[in-house]
C-alpha cells in the first residue's frame, strides 16, 4: 500500500501542478497568482525535491524562501 | 515503523540508497540529492530572488509597460512551457526514484522522458526569443520587454545547464558506477527541479497577471 502510494504520488504531483498553473492563468490576479505559486513551489519542494523526507530545517528554510519571495514580490508589485 | 526498501544491488554498480514513502528522515548535514547540490540551489534560489524582486520593482515603476507585455504574451505559450517543464521534472522524479530501485530500464525512459520535454522548453524559449525579436520586442524595446527577455533569459541559461547535467547522467546510467549516486543522479535532479521552481515565479509575473 505504502509502495502504491509512493508511486502515485508523483503524478498526482503533476497534475496538481498543471491544475495549479491553469488556475493561476483564469484568475488573472497578482495576489492569487503568486498564492498558487507559492503552492506549487511547496508541491515541488515538498515531493520532487524530497523535502519530505528531509531533515525539518531544511523544510523550515525552503518553505521560508518560497514565503519570502511570494510575499515580496507581491509588496514590491502593487 | 521505520521500514527501508530492500534494494536488488547489481554487482556492487550502484551504492546503497533508499526509496520508500516511510523511509526516515535525513539527517541535517544529509539532504537530498546532497550538501554539494543544496549550497549551489541554495546560491541560485537566492540569486532568483533577487531577481523576482528586481521584476517586480520594475513593474510598480512600470504598470502600463508591464501590462503591454503581458497582454503581448500568450497564456498559452506560458501554459505550453509551464506543462513542458513540469512533466519533464515529473519524468526526472520517477528517473531518480527507478535509479533507486535498479530498474535501470525504466530509469532511462524516464530520463529519455525528461530530456526530451525539457528540450522542447528550450525550443519553445528560442521559439518565443526569436519571434519577440522579430515583433520589435527585443531588448531595448522597453524596461518591461527587457524585464521579461533578462529574468526568463537567465532561467532559460539554467535550464540549458540542468539539461546537459541531466543529459550527462542519462547516458551513464547502468553503464558506469558513480562514485556518489545520491549526487550525480539526485543531485542534479534537484537543480532541475530548482529551474522548476524559478519558472513557477516567473510565471505569475508576467504570464499570470
Known amino acids: 500500500m505504502e509502495h502504491l502510494a509512493a508511486r502515485t504520488k508523483r503524478p498526482i504531483t503533476l497534475v496538481v501542478l498543471l ?6 492563468v483564469w484568475s488573472g490576479r497578482l495576489e492569487i497568482a503568486l498564492a498558487l505559486a507559492s503552492l506549487k513551489a511547496l508541491v515541488v519542494g515538498l515531493v520532487l525535491m524530497e523535502l519530505d523526507h ?7 528554510v ?3 524562501w518560497v514565503v519570502v519571495v511570494a510575499f515580496g514580490a507581491w509588496l514590491l508589485a502593487t | ?3 527501508v526498501t530492500a534494494i536488488a544491488r547489481r554487482s556492487c554498480q550502484i551504492p546503497r540508497m533508499t526509496s520508500s514513502s516511510a523511509r ?6 544529509d539532504p537530498p540529492g546532497g550538501v554539494l547540490f543544496w549550497l549551489i540551489v541554495g546560491l541560485e534560489l537566492v540569486a532568483f530572488a533577487i531577481v523576482f524582486g528586481l521584476v517586480a520593482v520594475m513593474r510598480s515603476g512600470d504598470p502600463a509597460g508591464f501590462h503591454e507585455v503581458h497582454a503581448a504574451l500568450d497564456p498559452r505559450l ?12 515529473w519524468a526526472v522524479a520517477e528517473a531518480v526514484h527507478a535509479f533507486r530501485e535498479d530498474a535501470i530500464v525504466r530509469a532511462r525512459r524516464a530520463y529519455a522522458l525528461g530530456l526530451v520535454l525539457g528540450l522542447g522548453f528550450v525550443a519553445l524559449k528560442v521559439w518565443d526569443f526569436v519571434h519577440k525579436a522579430r515583433s520589435g520586442f527585443g531588448l531595448g524595446a522597453s524596461d518591461a520587454w527587457d524585464a521579461y527577455l533578462l529574468a526568463t533569459g537567465f532561467h532559460f541559461a539554467h535550464v540549458v545547464v540542468a539539461l546537459v547535467m541531466l543529459a550527462w547522467v542519462a547516458l551513464r546510467v547502468g553503464r558506469t558506477r558513480f562514485e556518489d ?3 550525480s543522479v ?4 534537484l537543480f532541475w527541479h530548482m529551474c522548476d521552481v524559478a519558472w513557477i515565479f516567473l510565471f505569475p509575473l508576467f504570464f499570470a497577471a
Do not use: K, Q, W, Y
Open chain 2, 181 to 183: 549516486p545520491e549526487t
Open chain 1, 54 to 60: 528531509a531533515n525539518r530545517v531544511h523544510l523550515a
Open chain 1, 62 to 64: 525552503f518553505t521560508a
Open chain 2, 1 to 3: 515503523m521505520i521500514h
Open chain 2, 186 to 189: 539526485a543531485g542534479t535532479a
Open chain 1, 19 to 24: 491544475v495549479l498553473a491553469l488556475l493561476s
Open chain 2, 24 to 29: 526516515p528522515l535525513r539527517a541535517l548535514d
Open chain 2, 78 to 89: 506560458g501554459l505550453a512551457l509551464t506543462a513542458l517543464l513540469f512533466g519533464s521534472g
